[in-house]
């Protein structure tokens, strides 16, 4: 599973400039999987609790509140719920994505950006004469904060402070010897500076972005190598040991690796012919 990185965001202004207000909503969310596949509307959620993970292809996504995920019309995409918490969501018509990848987003002022998609829901159930407009200038909203979002905290010259220790964090994922302390002794930067920084762009500490993308390799590896063994699978992750593999595992996903290889193919086999 490829290592992602924050990537340049689609040219927001463009997008907002052509996008058209269809709906809004606010749902809490369980433990099920979904997959989804976005023909003719683009969708923007924000989460303000629980942790999902958005699939596309090789490339998953870790969405934690404060978090947001722009997938448009085009895109197929699975929906893993790894915590049970609220999605908030509007959907527009009108952009053309090309190509229809996900592109995530953090790091901008979550109380505003969860006002936006409040009002949006709460204007689209009122069903007013004026209810469209507004929903209109709050997804407008929305866009404004997470171009802001990406221009505050992805200036490219801050970025090339610290990018040999995202290489080596890149290249190393799965070295049983990756050290956070090897990444600092990579930059000329203080390490307040640089967990700072770092933060900035994947709104969590390293270790914890490191074990997380580990853990998400582990899963697809479970759900695509059943003949692999839960030492094999741990040892392929980064983690010799596989007893402390499993309780990581369990504590971040609420299930143990066997259970979750047994229910990922129970459910396969459900769906034989």
Known sequence: MELLEPAESYPLRDIAGKSTFVYACKKLTDHDEALYNLRTVSVVHYFPAGRFEYIQGDRCFS??????ILCPAGSDYTVRVLEQGERLSIRFSGAIISPPELT???GFRRKEMENAFNRAVSFYLSRDETAFFKCQ???CRVFLLLAESRCHYEPRHKRELIQPALT????HLCDPEFSVGKMLALVDISEPYFFRLFSAYYHMPPQQYVISERLALARDILMHEPDMSIREVAET??????FYFSRLFKKHTGESPAQFARRYWAGEAGNLP
């Open 168 to 171: 080596y964090m890149r290249d």
């Open 237 to 242: 992750v980064g983690y010799p040991d596989a």
């Open 137 to 139: 200038i709050q997804l």
């Open 104 to 106: 995530f987003y953090s």
């Open 63 to 68: 969405c934690t509140p404060g978090t947001a």
